[in-house]
């Protein structure tokens, strides 16, 4: 089990012409946990992982990883971006992104190895995909094109995992199928940090949460921070926001009725 | 013999142009080729003024260092300023050429200097302009020059060939695992401006532009790989050179237009097959769902 802090953000500050994508966060993440980030569209959640990742440069303050700086961790920590943020039309196949995935270990110029291509499938087999190896990614569907970017993550054997809205797009089978296999690399002693916007399913997935609005609301234990006051100030008082809340915890404290 | 050394050059020019046109189509900057070929124009000027002549190497090292600049504002507009791609070359490249028309208009108008005698090379004069050992004629001038460009090129893009694939599949994974996104830019840049300007002089700027932007586009209709993309898009690029070159001959016409409209000829053709094979294949799928 891994123990101590992941991830440890100081007045950490983007800010995009003159107006501020996250502003003055400051937090400490334990390791070896699935933890959530979440607030509405343009709260900074993206912002927030590439500036610790060091993706884009901070205006202000700095980041941790595993009480290191970035430049002496990179092998460890692995990246999932949006879906939408890369061209499926590039002519390659899944097999060549998912070996994208081996080159953060291996350098730019050594051939790939026996052991390389073996970690490369057992990663297509982790998320299914390993029937559509030679598919070209154009021809992929949006859920088939999320589990190979989560097929790339796995093949770099990383200690850390951000992951940007893996379950947009994707339908239910295959949203189970994922949160298994990160509840299965957690178990294995990885930390997850998780872009997420479902607000049904958030207390269920996530053991720690990070509920941001261009400001830090709130982070913590999912059962001290996941509360209808804290989302309100997440998501500001419109009334369905507000309803939605209050029906979820209903729902939460009444779990028989459910069921 | 002149018929040769002719396709040599331009093949040598089609080859050093896919490679790189292959990668500036997939970053959605094809342009960059036409905006450097008429950023070129300060340097020019610049190296003629501080040179005081029109000897081809002070004015190749102004046109790369504006090429260079071209390639910084591009960058610049890009990334600091959040501006698309497209605008940013357009910006970039024609404020660069008028800096050039009016450092012409300044130092005055009877300089012996137009922009004819270094960006339209052409490919005619290509065997006249030889080199000797000695006594010994080793052929023309431009290939030496050209061949060198190509083992430069080739070896750095093998040397850098991941980090390249990478920085323009996905820029923010490259950069999460570690990798200097814009150093890579800048990397691929200096080769585009070494490729153009020195092709300018042996082919013309309209044939290294075709170059990059036509075979590319059509080797990317043919293939799902990005390797073959590349090979097959140098084959298009040396079957076009030949083609064009003997259609000029025959129409007693200028060889540099006619391979250039032979590479747009055949992308329109691979296009056309392309567009009727997916209709082709949309119907059956359509016809057995039924
Ligand atoms: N490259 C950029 N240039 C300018 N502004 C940006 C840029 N990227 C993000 N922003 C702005 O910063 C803010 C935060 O954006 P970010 O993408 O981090 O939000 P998000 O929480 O991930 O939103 P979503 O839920 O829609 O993915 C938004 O207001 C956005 O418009
Ligand atoms: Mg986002």
Sequence with gaps: ?259 | MNDIWIIITASLVAANAAILGSFLIMRRMAMVGDAISHAVLPGIVIAYFLTNSRASFPMLMGAAASGMIVTTFIQFFNKKVKLQNDASIGISYTFLFAVGIILISFFGSNVDLDQECVLYGEIAYVPIDTLFIGELNIGPRQFWILLTTLIIIVSAVIMAYRKLVLTTFDEAFASAIGINVVFWQYYLMAGVSLTTVVSFESVGAVLVIAFIAGPPATAYLLTHSFKRMIYLSILIGIVCSIIGYYTAVWLNGSIAGAISSVIGLVFAIVFAVDLFKRRQVSRQVTQTSN
């Design chain 1, 1 to 259: 089990m891994m123990t101590g802090n992941s991830v440890e953000t100081h007045n950490l500050t983007v800010i995009y012409n003159k107006k501020p994508a996250i502003w003055n966060i400051d937090f400490t993440l334990p390791a070896g946990k699935i933890i959530g980030v979440m607030g509405p569209n343009g709260s900074g959640k993206s912002t927030l992982l590439k500036a610790i990742m060091g993706i884009i440069e901070p205006n202000i303050g700095y980041a941790k990883i595993f009480d290191k700086d970035l430049d002496d961790v990179r092998e460890r920590v692995s990246y999932v971006p949006q879906r939408q943020s890369v061209d499926w039309d590039f002519p390659a196949s899944v097999w060549d992104v998912v070996a994208m995935g081996r080159y953060a270990r291996k350098g730019m110029l050594k051939r790939l190895s026996a052991e390389d291509k073996s970690i490369i499938e057992e990663s297509l087999e982790k998320v299914n995909m390993t029937a559509f190896a030679q598919r070209q990614i154009s021809q992929l569907s949006g859920g088939q094109q999320q589990r190979v970017f989560l097929a790339r993550a796995l093949a770099q054997q990383a200690d850390i995992y951000f992951m940007d809205e893996p379950f947009v797009g994707v339908d239910a089978a295959t949203e189970e199928a994922i949160i298994n296999l990160l509840k299965s690399m957690r178990d294995q002693g990885k930390t997850l940090i998780v872009v997420h916007h479902d607000l049904h399913t958030a207390q269920d997935y996530f053991e720690w949460m990070v509920l941001l609005n261009t400001r830090l609301v709130r982070v913590g234990p999912v059962e001290d921070v996941f509360n209808q006051e804290t989302l309100t100030e997440t998501y500001g008082g419109t009334l369905t926001t507000l309803s939605k809340v209050a029906s979820l915890l209903q729902e939460k404290s009444f779990p028989m009725r459910h069921k």
